[in-house]
């Protein structure tokens, strides 16, 4: 993208938008209560609650959680924000560990949760996934993490992926491994009714400053969100 594109591009990543937690096990707690929130008004305004789950490791004690709150799980959607392209029951699979942490603990429908058959290769697998997006409505909240280099969902700075148009996009040469995953573009996360980050640990202080400092990092392009942030996280001066 040029400079001056990138310029034009309003990031938003500002103090504002951070919510601090003393700890990972607090911001999970906290995360969960919000997730549920939005879960009952999506349910009581539209009778149903499309949520995308992040990947990685940050999200699994928040996911552990959301398994005890009230949620009406008839009435929600599951999507996942990316997938990495291992084979189905990978323990490294982000859909893996949301089996483990909640969905296989809560009354959800089986056809209620919408797997991104990552296993048929990065670029099958986003055209089906695509496919899905293209003939339903806007998710109603997003869950993200965020990685050391600013990355989220698996759209990574500098990768030609993250700039594509697409609903869903195949990422080659990743640089978390593995190398090749799937991930909604940066267009479907900006597209939804809301976002939450969850952030925590000390690696991840650097790219928050940096992004409250204006980069452009791909964390900071999916529009305004509510960032949970742990104090081990939390840049300097807040
Ligand atoms: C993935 C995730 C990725 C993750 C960040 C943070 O597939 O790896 O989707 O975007 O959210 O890398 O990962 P941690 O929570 O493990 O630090």
Request: with cysteine; glycine share 8%.
């Amino acid at each position: 993208m040029s400079e001056a594109k990138m310029k034009r591009e309003k990031w938003v990543c500002q103090p504002a938008q951070f919510v601090p937690h003393d700890n990972a096990a607090d911001l999970a707690v906290s995360v969960a209560r919000r997730v549920a929130e939005v879960a009952a008004q999506a349910i009581r305004e539209r009778g149903e609650f499309r949520l995308a789950l992040a990947g990685g490791e940050t999200p699994r004690r928040c996911y552990e959680q959301l398994r005890h709150l009230p949620i009406d799980w008839s009435r929600v959607q599951i999507f996942f924000g990316d997938e990495r392209c291992l084979p189905v029951g990978d323990a490294q699979r982000n859909d893996t560990m949301a089996s483990n942490a909640l969905l296989d603990h809560v009354a959800i429908p089986p056809t209620h949760i919408h797997r991104i058959a990552a296993e048929r290769g990065a670029d099958e697998a986003a055209r089906h996934y695509a496919g899905l997006f293209d003939q339903t409505a806007a998710l109603d909240l997003v869950l993200l993490g965020m990685g050391e280099d600013g990355h989220t969902a698996s759209l990574f700075p500098g990768n030609p992926a993250t700039e594509l148009k697409d609903a869903v996009v195949a990422v080659l040469d990743a640089p978390k491994p593995p190398p090749q995953r799937v991930s909604l573009g940066l267009d479907t996360l900006r597209q939804a009714r809301q976002r939450i980050f969850l952030v925590s640990g000390a690696g991840k202080r650097a790219a928050l400053q940096a992004m409250r400092d204006g980069a452009a990092l791909p964390a900071a392009r999916v529009g305004s969100a509510e960032w949970h942030v742990d104090r081990a996280a939390m840049p300097e001066g807040h």
